[in-house]
């Protein structure tokens, strides 16, 4: 499967539009990452933990997206794109959508 960010994909041509598809994933905090990230805020410095807990939704979330295209027969997705919003206190949802697509190498 092809992903790509542009909406075209270089050496290939879209052939037909699948359609719109996406992935999405809810995360929460975690009480005890919660006070190192606190410590950190004070200190300074990458607060790893959430980069680690952002670095896995997005994954899941691409994954997600992914798994939608190929059941509808697709083997691509152009403009993908990312966005986040917060659920409730301490809870974010991180969703990934695209365009699938079935593309033919020029």
């Known amino acids: 499967m092809i992903v790509s960010t542009s909406e075209v994909v270089a050496g290939h041509r879209i052939v037909r539009t699948v359609g719109l598809v996406r992935g999405n994933t809810i995360r929460a905090r975690h009480v ?15 607060i790893s933990e959430y ?4 670095g896995e939704a997005r994954e899941q979330a691409i994954d997600r997206m992914v798994a939608e295209a190929e059941g509808l027969g697709a083997n691509a997705i152009v403009a993908v794109r990312f966005t986040t919003s917060m659920v409730m206190s301490g809870a974010a949802e991180l969703l990934a959508y695209g365009s699938a697509v079935v593309v033919e190498a020029e």
């Not at 980069?51 to 952002?54: I, S």
């Open 32 to 46: 005890g990452k919660d006070i190192k990230a606190a410590f950190r805020n004070v200190v300074g410095g990458e």
């Open 51 to 54: 980069t680690k807990l952002l």
